[in-house]
Each structure stands twice: as structure tokens, then as C-alpha cells.
């Protein structure tokens, strides 16, 4: 069995101290410890690449769109993970920025706590030969710029008729729901709500439209 580091509760981490008595980890504690300002600067991160990735799609930069399509979900995967379920301990190692800080291992737990499993990036999916993948596959890929990943950029160029249906229009609404509920969180923060408070009301936004209309149909005249 591998001894635990006496200094951070993640396990894997090699920092030889605190995260928190490292000076440069120490301002990023607080700076984004707070929930309302965490929430705040993830929003203006978020609208940013928001129009950078739009403006991409919109003028047909495919290598440069898909390869950063990993970054709002991981912003917003991470932001979850480090407001709702992280301990204090664990939110230092998050901050810092240290190793392991994998997207794999934080969605799992963001999916099962905010999403309620309904998330599907770790879904396997059928491909177009004979492999099958996930959309964490995809992101990684293009995250990677691995030559997979190239090659279908090269095939979305060649055969724009593989994009999804209207893909630009989809992917402005995806980005915009999520501005949106950073803008929502950040507002019930502000407000004074708790975390408890704010995590239920992030629950239930996540919940799709079928799970209110079953939830309607239990509810007695």
C-alpha cells in the first residue's frame, strides 16, 4: 500500500508541503475559494469562450473549434466539483492545479451528484467503422490534438454534410444555457444563499423536461 501524503488528501499528490503554504497557490485560494467570486470570474471565462468558439464554427476554423471543445466543459465540470463537492482540502489541491486533476475522475462525481447520471460524456456511443467511443473520447482527442482527432477535422472539411443539423445554432444554445446558470449561481451566492441552497437549485436545473412532466403526473388533482 502506498502511504498517504500527510499533506494533501488526494490521493497521487506529491506536493512536499500544504498547497496553502506555497505563497503563488495561496492567492489563488483567495481569490476563487469564495463561491460568489468563483462563480463570477468562471462566468467571464465562460461568455469569453463562449464567443471565441462560436465565431470559430461560424467561420469555419474546424481544427480550431474542436480542439477546445474540452475547455467549457471542464471549466464548468470543475467549477461544479470544486462548489459542491470538494472539501476544503481537496478544493486547495483543485486550486493549485496539481496532478491528479483529471476531467474523467471529477465528472464521474459531478454527473452522479449534480447531473443525477444523466450526463452522457462517458456514454459509449456507436462510431462510423467498427469502434465505439465516448464524447470524453472526442474532447480528449481534441484537447490532445491527437492525429485522430486531425484527421477528422480534415473530414469535416471534406464532407461538411457529417456536421450535425445545425451545429453553429446548437452549440451558441449550449454555451449560452451555460452562462446562464453560472449567472443563476452566482446570483443565489450573492444573495447569501448556502451551498446546500444553491447545490438543490443547480439539481434541478440540470433536470430535464421529462423528469418534471413524470413529476406532474404523480402530483394528485
Known amino acids: 500500500m502506498k502511504r498517504a501524503n500527510p499533506h494533501c488528501s488526494v490521493a497521487g499528490c506529491k506536493t512536499d508541503k500544504p498547497h496553502a503554504d506555497d505563497p503563488a497557490i495561496k492567492a489563488v485560494i483567495i481569490e476563487f475559494s469564495d463561491p460568489e467570486k468563483m462563480t463570477s470570474w468562471v462566468l467571464h471565462g465562460m461568455a469569453e469562450l463562449a464567443y471565441s468558439i462560436c465565431r470559430d464554427i461560424a467561420e469555419n476554423r474546424v481544427f480550431a ?88 477535422c480534415i473530414g469535416l472539411v471534406k464532407h461538411p454534410e457529417f456536421m450535425p443539423t445545425d451545429f453553429q445554432n446548437k452549440y451558441t444554445e449550449h454555451m449560452n444555457k451555460y452562462c446562464t446558470y453560472l449567472q443563476y449561481m452566482n446570483d443565489l451566492f450573492k444573495a447569501g444563499r448556502t451551498k446546500e441552497q444553491v447545490l438543490a437549485a443547480v439539481v434541478s436545473l440540470h433536470r430535464p423536461a421529462s423528469y418534471w412532466q413524470e413529476k406532474a403526473k404523480t402530483v394528485t388533482p
Open 65 to 152: 473549434w474542436h480542439t477546445r471543445l474540452r475547455q467549457p466543459e471542464e471549466l464548468y465540470v470543475r467549477t461544479l466539483y470544486a462548489l459542491f463537492i470538494a472539501d476544503e482540502k481537496e478544493l486547495h489541491h483543485l486550486l493549485s492545479g496539481k496532478r491528479p486533476n483529471g476531467l474523467s475522475v471529477l465528472y464521474q462525481k459531478v454527473n452522479a451528484t449534480v447531473f443525477e447520471g444523466r450526463g452522457v460524456l462517458q456514454t459509449i456511443q456507436a462510431g462510423l467503422g467498427i469502434d465505439s467511443f465516448t464524447p470524453m473520447d472526442t474532447l480528449n482527442g481534441g484537447a490532445h490534438v491527437s492525429f485522430p482527432a486531425f484527421l477528422t
